[in-house]
């Protein structure tokens, strides 16, 4: 089922891509959040117009937008393909060494600059179905930046291929590279105009024939507590302190349920992401996570119930609560487009693949696109192991991711009357 008469160029591309530190910085209020996210987004304006594609820009915010130009009399809808150009704050991700381990034998990986990072089946147990294909990982110290570059190299190897190949019919396709995926922010400053896509597939996923049409719906909330101050030396029956009001709080919160290390499945949670203060004012950080947008608010009034709890401990201290959005479950949005999941199912079909709906325990920059106007599922690109040293890639699932993409485009280009 490979594309015939093609020597793919995703693997290739995705070790160069990943030498380049991206690394994207919750703390930065900037957009994007490190300037070397840039680095990235340059060299990829250039292959892009080393490939022919003429309008490939980068704008201020970071993203980069370019066009694979229409090869059809139809008025097919415009497509969208995005990856993010970022990786995690987890783990280093400066001076990675990408290894290329030809033709895997099943056995240990065992990373040579620090030999205490062993990749196993054991515990990897995917690895166990990529025997025999060609494995990339990192060499030790750093992670490797398959979430996402993977997807970056897989579009970018698609948009090569079409370009070689203009008698395959297919609408116009917007390519979209983002920053600060990893931080929340990831389309924050997309200009939806500009980019004139009417659905989309972001390339972001794992597991060879997964297709997530369902995510998290995601808050934040941030708890503030406010003690009184005095001098240590003088404080008996005055000083109130925030940060022990804090702790306490924090100590009630559940070991055994509703905490992301006790839950799984379709279980949502609460998890304290931050902790910090003084005397006068502590705070606590936390995301809050559900697939049913309307437990959110559950879990938001248990968490403050328990705030308020703490501070009952701590006469004299009051309690801020604060709740934002941060992204809603893109199923919402795709339950009314059905055909996008549908389409995406057809071309792994095509591919020779059985596709697998899955739901993300996370969210993704198809999350927010699709309430904001974009329709937006996530496709797999064999990215595994993500924000550790652990992570790997397989080469024949980035080939594969490819493959599907052509049929995609040209499924929305033959439904099309």
Not at 170 to 189: N, S, W, Y
Not at 238 to 259: G, I, N, Q
Not at 291 to 310: G, I, P, S, V
């Amino acid at each position: 089922m490979a594309l015939p008469d093609y020597k793919h160029t995703a693997a290739d591309r995705f070790m160069r891509y990943v030498q380049i530190d991206t690394q994207s910085d919750p703390a930065s209020p900037t957009q994007p959040s490190t300037d070397k996210q840039k680095d990235l987004s340059r060299v990829l304006v250039n292959d892009l117009l080393e490939i022919g594609i003429t309008d490939a820009a980068l704008d201020e915010h970071g993203y980069v937008y370019a066009t694979i130009p229409s090869t059809s009399e139809k008025e097919v809808p415009v497509l969208c393909f995005c990856s993010h150009v970022d990786t995690a704050p987890d783990c280093s991700g400066a001076g990675v060494k990408p290894m290329l381990h030809k033709r895997y034998d099943g056995r240990d990986i065992v990373l040579p600059d620090d030999t205490s990072v062993v990749i196993s089946s054991g515990n990897h147990t995917y690895l166990k179905e990529r025997v025999g294909d060609d494995i990339i990982t990192a060499s030790g110290h750093t992670l490797l930046g398959a979430d996402d570059k993977a997807g970056v190299a897989i579009i970018m190897d698609l948009a090569t291929y079409l370009l070689q190949h203009p008698e395959i019919k297919h609408g116009k396709i917007r390519i979209l590279f983002t920053p600060d995926e990893e931080v929340g922010r990831g389309v924050a400053a997309v200009d939806m105009k500009k980019l004139g896509a009417q659905y989309g597939y972001t390339l972001d996923g794992g597991e060879r024939g997964h297709l997530e049409g369902e995510t998290f719906s995601a808050d934040a909330a941030i708890v503030t507590f406010h003690g009184i101050s005095a001098h240590p030396g003088y404080a008996k029956g005055k000083m109130v302190h925030a940060v022990k009001a804090a702790s306490a709080f924090v100590s009630m919160l559940p070991k055994d349920e509703w905490c992301p290390e006790a839950t799984e499945g379709m279980q949502g949670f609460v998890h304290p992401t931050s902790i910090d203060g003084g005397l006068e004012k502590a705070t606590v950080q936390f995301i809050v996570r559900d697939f049913d947008t309307a437990k959110l608010a559950q879990h938001e009034e248990r968490l403050k119930a328990l705030a308020l709890k703490a501070a009952e401990q701590f006469p004299g201290v009051t309690v801020d609560f604060a709740v934002k959005e941060q992204y809603r479950n893109m199923k919402e949005v795709l339950d009314n487009h059905p055909y996008v999941m549908d389409y995406a199912e057809e071309a792994y079909k095509r591919a020779g693949m059985t596709a697998q709906r899955m739901s993300i325990r996370g969210g993704t920059d198809g999350s927010r696109l699709s309430f904001m106007g974009l329709p937006c599922p996530n496709l797999f690109t064999g990215e595994m192991g993500i924000h550790s040293k652990q992570e790997y890639v397989s080469v024949q699932d980035m080939e594969k991711a490819v493959e599907a993409l052509v049929y995609l485009a040209q499924i929305w280009e033959e439904k099309t009357k």
